[in-house]
């Protein structure tokens, strides 16, 4: 079954710097989400992105999304410490309600 | 204040006594899911519900049932709960299928 993977794995920065994590999936999706989990609490949205649009910002937020590629980014600028957490995508495949989610990327910002 | 909720938030039992997770929303929501988590396999879904009696299988529906009498309450029903079944639950809703998601507090059952 499709599943969103994300990568890499584990990711370490300091602070102020960007944080890019990816996301590729396998088969069509209807829209692609990106949550935050911190330390086994409840996940948290952050952005959706529709399969026909290429690129969404919130806040310090930027999500891409390359159809032909199957996959998706997201770029958190100037991170802060508060950003430390894992982060997920979720794709909804096309043509069902399911979302199947990666492993995460757990991203650790040193302060 | 717009949530999910979850009841219990810690469940320790024993291989076959039958249990239910509560999962109710304030939000007046259509879509409910269930997912659990587990180290290296990220959240998978269980279940999913487009509307009063309207629900689905997710990816990993053995051994649990779902039901969905009224909107805003979809609880998630072990049988004969088994130790594989050891995992951090959660429920979540979203206005319809194709928006963000709303998920709960979690709960953490373990199966001895």
């Known amino acids: 079954s499709q599943q969103g993977e994300e990568d890499p794995q584990a990711l370490s920065i300091q602070e102020g710097e960007n944080a890019t994590m990816n996301c590729s999936y396998k088969t069509s999706i209807n829209n692609l989400q990106w949550y935050r989990q911190n330390s086994g609490r409840g996940l948290v949205h952050l952005i959706l992105i529709r399969s026909n649009e290429r690129e969404k910002h919130s806040g310090r937020l930027r999500v891409t999304l390359d159809t032909s590629k199957k996959s998706s980014s997201l770029l958190i600028t100037a991170s802060r410490a508060a950003d430390t957490a894992s982060y997920f995508c979720?794709?909804?495949?096309?043509?069902?309600?399911?979302?199947?989610f990666g492993t995460g990327t757990r991203l650790k910002v040193l302060a | 204040e717009a949530q999910v909720t979850q009841n219990p938030r810690y469940l320790i039992t024993v291989t076959g006594k039958k249990l239910t997770v509560t999962c109710s929303q304030n939000?007046?929501?259509?879509?409910m899911s269930w997912y659990r988590q587990d180290p290296g396999l990220g959240l998978r879904q269980i279940y999913y519900?487009?509307?009063?009696?309207?629900?689905d299988k997710g990816d990993v529906p053995e051994g649990y049932k779902v039901s969905r009498k009224e909107k805003r309450n979809f609880p998630l029903i072990l049988e004969s709960p088994s130790p594989n079944q050891t995992s951090l639950y959660f429920c979540?809703?979203?206005?319809?299928?194709?928006?963000?998601?709303?998920f709960g507090p979690g709960t953490r059952l373990t199966v001895t």
């Open positions: 979540a809703s979203s206005l319809i299928d194709g928006y963000e998601q709303y």
């Open positions: 939000m007046n929501h259509e879509y």
């Open positions: 979720a794709p909804e495949t096309s043509g069902t309600y399911k979302y199947i």
């Open positions: 519900s487009m509307n009063v009696e309207v629900t």
